[in-house]
């Protein structure tokens, strides 16, 4: 058995990745391989929380002229989509999985509560977590290292498009910067958009890792959690 070097992780996958070649909704071929790859490192031993996206279905700022808050809200319900899509994913290959909303929805999930979701990760099944913080004005990202404070876990892997942090954006620009290891800091105050300044605020004041990486190949989420230095990693 591989050797691992996170015992419990924040997963945060974004809703673009889940619709694979897609501009929008899910691709089922790319959902099911990422499910595989869980899998992986579920039977690895890993305990696994993950923080899903919406912006394959809605992302607030796209509602132009639209109240803010609305569009916010919007945006969580997108996320739920999401995570019902994976758990329906997961569990088809076996796994235990429960789906936790920031906003009760209680004929379809869990409400988050903390406590609950640490037994369930306890009892190794895996912890979706959807509707954001449940509340408006703060991305998926602040909430993946929200839940990470709160569940402890170890680091959280942020799975994207692109395999890593750049300068610039390497779709747009070929001589884009590709930057191995970052502070903190660095993210701060170069405004590299990898995440939003409150969800790096929150990680460098519980000095929480993050792991940014690419899901172009989803066997990066073994690599990753297997301690080989793919992607960006960001930290003190």
Known sequence: MQKIKYKRIILKISGEALAGDRKNGINTDTINEISSKIKKIYEMGVEIAIVVG???FWRGRSGKGMDRTTADHMGMLATVINALGLQDALESQGIPTRVQTAIEMRQIAEPYIRRKAVRHLEKKR???FACGTG????STDTTAALRAAEIDAEVILLAKKVDAVYDSDPNTNPNA????RLSYLDVLNKELGVMDSTAASLCKDNNIPIIVFGLDNPENIVKVVSGENIGTIINK
């Open 135 to 138: 509340n408006p004005y703060f």
């Open 177 to 180: 910067k590709k930057f191995d």
């Open 54 to 56: 919406g912006g394959n």
């Open 126 to 128: 895996i912890v979706i």
